[in-house]
């Protein structure tokens, strides 16, 4: 049987819906399951028609997605100076210091990703940055390779290009 024939007539809406604190719901019930909610962290995706989705080797569907499609859960600092993220989705990259931007909350965000999508900072991730982290007479830094990274406050840390900040 085609596979278009056995989706005719369904719906790829759901009531699956995160939080911008990371926490997934069914139904306005929570999803509590740690294997299940980190499966769907991983399977978060944006689609083509820049909707975010559920997408695994075998289905997608449609859900709501409030604040960033993306967590940075953890840094890595390495001999060279460089900064890896370890991303909600289970993906490793190095961070990209020109992404680096604030909410008006106070959350720290960079882009990640092919797409360049914004992730946000968790607690956790944040506390590593500490040893980055300066102040001079022009506010607070982040020290990343040899570079002061001013991350801008923005309004929308969501937007894409939403970052300003600059380096010096």
């Known amino acids: ?20 604190q990371g926490r997934w719901f069914h139904d306005e019930q929570p999803l509590e399951h740690p294997s299940l909610t980190r499966a769907f962290d991983r399977w978060v995706e944006q689609a083509e028609d820049g909707r975010y989705c559920l997408k695994n080797d075998i289905n997608w569907a449609y859900i709501t997605l409030e604040g960033a499609p993306y967590f940075v859960r953890s840094l890595r600092l390495e001999p060279d100076g460089r900064v890896l993220v370890q991303l909600s989705n289970d993906a490793q990259e190095p961070l990209r210091p020109e992404t680096l931007r604030l909410g008006h909350d106070g959350a ?54 939403a970052a300003s900040g600059g380096r010096s």
């Not at 056995?6 to 790829?12: A, K, V």
């Not at 360049?116 to 390779?145: K, N, S, T």
Request: charged share 30%; with cysteine.
């Open 108 to 161: 720290l965000y960079c882009d990640v990703g092919a797409q360049r999508l914004p992730a946000r900072f968790d607690r956790h991730a944040a506390l590593q940055l500490e040893p980055l982290l300066g102040e001079d007479e022009r506010g607070v830094y982040v020290e990343l390779q040899g570079a002061r990274v001013r991350p801008a406050v923005v309004e929308d840390p969501l937007a894409r290009g």
């Open 1 to 20: 049987m085609d596979p278009a024939q056995l989706l005719q007539g369904r719906s790829r809406e759901t009531t699956i819906r995160r939080d911008a």
